[in-house]
């Protein structure tokens, strides 16, 4: 009797979708290793969080998995985006307490993405209509809109003075601090894409001649600044970051984006931070652009001690090959889980897909390309 009870467990293990398996996060038990990646969102009118937002996320939540809110601005000077949600004022964090209450309700787990988009920006999202703010003061080219026929055009920047940017550091601690206020579970700190901290970190952007530009090391001392002052504020093991070495989303590229991965991810061990979420060298857009790519976050992964987060169009079938073969443990899906918002369940059996529209990703719509993607028909 004992023998097949073990020769079940066995066969359960053998049968064990990779994806699905549980997983330790620091002090969170997840139940499975897909993760809701976070998606530009531009339906928080005014940047307030609105209700509509209770219903997106609490669709998408499983017990014991985890999501990453929206990018979510820090201040008044982060904003570059329509209707993106805040979390600089009180009324922002009141609002986004009845979502996380939500989430919550439901077993999830769900950590609040702080942002700054530095360059990426325009005057008329700024206070009193100042100059966006950089590492640099070199202005941005227009580019193409998601929608592929709108033209974002950018306000030339600023650029920081060495003694503005404690500052700056000291807006992400603050929104560290209404995370947890909000009720939110921690922080990634949103070091990807072009935007503020990726302006410092690439030195394709960054012309600095301070302590902050120059060589690798000064040019992520910026990064790792925040991360040490948001670490401070709200603990180690409520903290994740985002990075993106290998883009060059909004003139963002670097010369040797491997020794960036891998300098990163060794320096984030000396704070401990509960995970690293990188995005695969194939993605070198943030809007779905793939290119074949000769690099792996591999060297990443094993350098960096806490729960590693690979994200960048994965499928069902690639997800659960980067979990059995360890290059990563948790996988976050972005486009899927948006138009599929009981992605796990449709791995789970293997079920097809929705398709995702595209041109609705960044309407202020409250239900269309929102909340109104279909579930899978019930079985019973």
Same mark, same amino acid.
């Given at each position: ?6 020769? +079940? ?20 038990? &997840? ?26 996320? !609490?669709?998408?939540? +499983? ?13 008044? =000077?982060?904003?570059?985006?329509? #209707? ?26 769900? $950590?609040?993405? %702080?942002?700054?988009?530095? *360059?990426? !920006? ?11 703010? !950089? @590492? =640099? ?17 950018? !306000? ?5 003075? =060495?003694?503005?940017?404690? /500052? %700056? ?15 939110? #579970? /921690? ?8 935007? &503020? %901290? ?11 001649? #301070? ?9 992520? *001392? ?19 970051? *985002? ?11 670097? @010369? ?11 320096? &984030? ?26 690099? @792996? ?15 960048? /169009?994965?499928? *069902? ?16 899906? /972005?486009? $899927?889980?948006?138009?599929?918002? #009981? ?38």
């Amino acid at each position: 009797m004992e023998n097949s009870v073990i020769e +079940t467990q066995q066969q359960q293990e053998q049968n064990a979708i990779p994806l699905l398996t549980p997983y330790k996060m620091g002090n969170f038990t &997840l139940s499975h290793r897909i993760v809701m990646a976070p998606l530009t969102r531009q339906r928080s009118y005014g940047n307030v969080p609105q209700p509509h937002a209770i219903l997106y996320y !609490s669709q998408r939540t +499983t017990k014991g998995g985890l999501l990453i809110t929206e990018v979510t601005v820090v201040s008044d =000077t982060a904003r570059g985006y329509q #209707d993106t949600p805040g979390i600089w004022t009180k009324e922002q964090v009141e609002a986004w307490k009845p979502i996380v209450d939500a989430v919550h309700a439901k077993g999830g787990i769900f $950590f609040c993405q %702080i942002w700054h988009v530095g *360059r990426v !920006s325009n005057s008329r999202f700024q206070p009193k209509g100042q100059a966006p703010i !950089s @590492s =640099t003061d070199k202005p941005l080219t227009p580019q193409h809109r998601s929608n592929g026929f709108e033209i974002a055009e950018f !306000s030339p920047p600023g650029r920081l003075r =060495t003694d503005e940017i404690p /500052g %700056i550091i000291h807006d992400f601690r603050l929104a560290a601090r209404n995370t947890i206020e909000a009720g939110f #579970d /921690g922080v990634e700190i949103h070091g990807a894409h072009g935007y &503020l %901290i990726d302006q410092f970190i690439k030195d394709e952007v960054n012309d600095r001649t #301070d302590q902050y530009g120059g060589s690798l090391e000064n040019r992520c *001392r910026f990064a790792l600044e925040i991360v040490e002052a948001v670490v401070n504020e709200i603990g180690a093991d409520k903290v994740g970051m *985002r990075l993106s070495p290998f883009a060059d989303y909004m003139e963002s590229g670097d @010369s040797n984006p491997k020794a960036l991965g891998l300098y990163m991810a060794e320096a &984030l061990n000396k704070y401990e931070i509960l995970y690293c979420h990188m995005v695969e060298p194939r993605m070198k857009t943030a809007v779905g652009d793939e290119c074949v790519c000769p690099h @792996s976050l591999l060297p990443m992964r094993k350098a960096f001690k806490g729960t590693f987060i690979a994200a960048g /169009g994965y499928n *069902r079938e690639e997800g659960n090959e980067a979990v059995a073969e360890n290059r990563a443990d948790l996988v976050a899906y /972005g486009r $899927f889980f948006l138009a599929n918002p #009981d992605l796990p369940r449709r791995f789970e059996l293997d079920a097809p897909l929705n398709k995702y529209h595209r041109e609705t990703f960044y309407t202020s719509d409250p239900v269309v390309g929102y909340a109104d993607y279909p579930f899978l028909e019930s079985t019973a």
